[in-house]
């Protein structure tokens, strides 16, 4: 479930437009049904975390070129 939301969030450039309903919408899932689904909210909080841990990396990087 993770790995689905983190490709999914590269895949709809959320970095760029932080919009989570167009991930959501590309799974074809709602924010209700995240919300009501545990495994899937886990899933997505992870994959949330693991993404702004990449960007920190990738602006860190950035900033020293």
């Given at each position: 479930i993770k790995s689905m939301f983190a490709y999914e969030l590269a895949n709809n450039e959320y970095?760029?437009?932080?919009?989570?309903k167009a991930t959501l919408d590309s799974v074809g899932l709602?924010?209700?049904?995240i919300?009501?689904?545990a495994a899937l909210k886990n899933g997505?909080?992870?994959a949330l975390k693991r993404y702004e841990y990449w960007l920190k990396g990738l602006n860190i990087y950035e900033s020293i070129k």
């Open positions: 970095r760029y437009t932080e919009n989570l709602s924010y209700e049904q919300e009501n689904n997505l909080n992870l």
